[in-house]
């Protein structure tokens, strides 16, 4: 079946460190791949997306590339800042329809300046 | 344009009691999604709806846990008979369309507790 696998966390960074998150997924087909972050006692927003292999999903200064041959979409972050401390979940949608976004555990970034 | 809206927000039941909660989708969007939240374990999907119909409900547990999305009104994610293990926190999502490109917008959450 699908899943996602994330590194475990916490993640513990300085300001203005670089920061990566692994996310590597199982999938039939070709599914869609999201970033979706949960800050304190809210629910998930989406963070970025790409559809198909090799896009790159942007937003806020974070990247993930689409990489079919590896199978992963790796969060990155060039310089964090302690807003940007919070839960970040990889997701996978298949192209099978009728499915739901299926979730990885969910890395916790804590930032402190 | 409102987002996801949940209520309550937070529930506390006494073992073996019923719980309800509730989930109205943002304006225009026809599917529905819950899943559940426990500390360290993620996100785990339960239950897809689209109006009227349960399109995918291979996460939800197969006793005590129903789920609706009728025609007129919110959709319903009713637990019987409660258990301490059900205390979690559970998200709706809605989206436009079933289309696997399509982001799903989340409400804030039903944080259930059981005593």
């Known amino acids: 079946g699908n899943s996602v696998t994330q590194m475990e966390g916490p993640v513990t960074l300085s300001e203005e460190a670089f920061l990566t998150i692994n996310c590597t997924y199982t999938?039939?087909?070709?599914?869609?791949l999201f970033w979706y972050v949960q800050y304190p006692g809210e629910g998930l927003q989406l963070l970025l997306k790409?559809?198909?292999?090799?896009d790159k999903g942007s937003n806020k200064g974070f990247e993930a590339t689409y990489r079919k041959e590896t199978t992963s979409f790796h969060l990155e972050k060039g310089s964090v800042q302690v807003s940007d401390s919070a839960v970040y979940f990889c997701a996978l949608r298949s192209g099978q329809a009728g499915t739901a976004l299926i979730f990885g555990k969910g890395t916790t970034l804590s930032v402190s300046s | 344009n409102a987002g996801v809206m949940q209520n309550p927000r937070h529930l506390v039941r006494r073992r073996g009691q019923e719980a309800r909660l509730r989930c109205s989708p943002m304006k225009g969007h026809s599917h529905v999604y819950w899943y559940r939240q426990l500390p360290e374990e993620g996100l785990k999907f339960m239950v897809y709806?689209?109006?009227?119909?349960?399109?995918?409900e291979s996460g939800m547990p197969k006793e005590r846990f129903s789920a609706e999305f009728p025609k007129e009104g919110p959709s319903i994610l009713r637990i019987q008979q409660v258990v301490r293990g059900d205390s979690a926190a559970y998200f709706c999502?809605?989206?436009?369309?079933?289309?696997?490109?399509?982001?799903?917008?989340f409400g804030e959450g039903s944080r259930l507790t059981v005593l």
């Open positions: 790409a559809t198909k292999a090799d």
């Open positions: 999502a809605s989206s436009p369309s079933g289309r696997m490109t399509g982001e799903l917008f």
């Open positions: 999938a039939t087909g070709y599914p869609s």
């Open positions: 709806l689209q109006k009227e119909n349960i399109i995918d």
